[in-house]
């Protein structure tokens, strides 16, 4: 496929490829028929700023659009797991140093898991929930200007919280959300993004389970 705008049934806005990947199509998921991407990791692949020393590894491919100023993007995330941290997540994007993704990862102990990382500057890096199997619902929103709330659900329906936090960015910057895929360790990786939901709009409670 080649590194045009990709337009992604419910995303309403067009997606550009920050950085592209081994190979990349659009899916339709066979139980909701509706639009999807898979997006294939090179060998060696990660998105993180060490928080020890600053090493940077950013070469993992990422799909990009510029969102509303308040918004809701959510996605079922469906990894091929083979090497540790090989993952497909949910990103928000300002800068290189300036970024925070929600992913379906897998553990050392081989145990798919959801996992966070807030980049100001230099990355954190927090374990969540385990995930019973290769998928798994995750979701990027707005809570205020700003800030930013990362969900996960079995279900895609009753949403448990994450992460709530601040990326820091100045008014002015751009903000971009949308897709990676990341292979540190392996060979490579192939994800999944189906069941794409978007919503014009912020959530008002955090912790609401909505």
């Not at 066979?30 to 639009?35: L, V």
């Not at 999807?36 to 090179?42: F, P, T, V, W, Y």
Request: charged letters at 20%; glycine letters at 8%.
């Amino acid at each position: 496929m080649d590194a045009g705008p990709v337009l992604l049934r419910g995303v309403p806005f067009a997606l550009e490829w920050d950085l592209l990947p081994e190979h990349w199509e659009p899916v339709v998921s066979p139980t909701a028929g509706d639009a999807g991407l898979l997006m294939e990791a090179a060998a060696n692949t990660d998105l993180f700023v060490s928080p020890a020393d600053a090493d940077a590894t950013l070469n993992a491919p990422r799909l990009l659009g510029v969102p509303d100023r308040e918004f809701q993007l959510s996605a079922l995330v469906e990894v091929e797991f083979g090497s540790t941290f090989d993952a497909g997540a949910l990103v928000v994007w300002v800068h290189d140093r300036c970024w925070a993704k929600v992913c379906l990862e897998y553990s050392p102990a081989g145990q798919p898991m959801v996992v966070s990382v807030v980049t100001r500057d230099r990355s954190d890096d927090a374990n969540s929930t385990d995930v019973a199997g290769s998928s798994t619902w995750l979701r990027i929103s707005t809570s205020s200007p700003g800030s930013y709330a990362f969900h996960a659900a079995t279900d895609g329906v009753h949403w448990n919280l994450i992460r709530h936090f601040h990326l820091g960015a100045e008014t002015a910057d751009v903000v971009r959300v949308g897709f990676v895929a990341q292979s540190p360790t392996g060979p490579g990786c192939r994800a999944t993004f189906s069941q794409l939901r978007y919503l014009p709009e912020g959530l008002d409670d955090i912790r609401g389970g909505d």
